[in-house]
C-alpha cells in the first residue's frame, strides 16, 4: 500500500485498466449487494431533500420500501446505507430498459440537483475502511476485486483508461483536486519504480510469484 497524505491506497490500483461500460455491465453495481451505498453523515439529509425531486423516475415497489422505511437504514451502529429493496437493489434505481441507473444521478446531469450521488457511488470501485477512531482514524482505500468489474476491464484496456485516471472526478470531489494531483504524481512515481504484474483478475502477483 501507499499514502497520500492521511490515506493509504492499495497498490491494486498502479497497473488497473478501468472504465465503466453500461451496455455489458447493466449497472450491476447498483443492483447486486446485500447492503445499499454506505453513506457519509451529511449525505442521509441530501438524499431526504432529493427525494421529491426523483420520485416520480423511482419504480413502485422502491416507492413502497421507502414509505416504510426510508431512503437510507442504519445497518449498524455509526454506519448508515441507502435503502434496498428485497436485498436488491438500491431505492434509487431506475431501469432504462436492462441498464440500471442512478436517479439522482440523472437529475444532476439534467440540472435539476446539485447533488451528484453518494461518494460511495462515485468513487466506485474503490472501497473504504476506516481503522481506528477519532484523531487516530485512518482512511483505506481498497480496490474491491469481483466479477462484476470485468467489462470495466476490457473496456479500460480498449481505451487505455487507468483507474487513477477514471476516478478523477469523485477523488477531486471527496479529497481535492490538490489531493488528486497528489495522487497522480505518487501512482506514476510508484509504478516507475515497482512496476506490478497482474494475473488475469488484474490481482497483483508477489514477486516470487513473477520470477517463477
Partial sequence: ???VDDVLISDA????PFACHLPQCLGGCCVHGDHGA?????ERERLEAALPIVERKLWQEALEVIARKGVWIEEEP???GTTVVAGRECV???YDKAVAKCAHQQAYNV????FEKPISCHRYPLRVEIHGTGSEAIEVLNYEQIRLRKPAIKNGHRTDTQL???LRK???RKYGPGWYTRFQETVKSRSDTFPLTFNSDNRALSRSARRR
Avoid at 13 to 16: C, E, G, N, P, Q
Fill in 1 to 3: 500500500m501507499f499514502a
Fill in 13 to 16: 490500483v498502479l497497473d488497473a
Fill in 38 to 42: 454506505p453513506l457519509e453523515p451529511d
Fill in 78 to 80: 455509526g454506519k448508515c
Fill in 92 to 94: 434509487f434505481v431506475t
Fill in 111 to 114: 440540472g435539476r440537483l446539485e
Fill in 164 to 166: 487513477a485516471d477514471f
Fill in 170 to 172: 469523485p477523488l477531486s
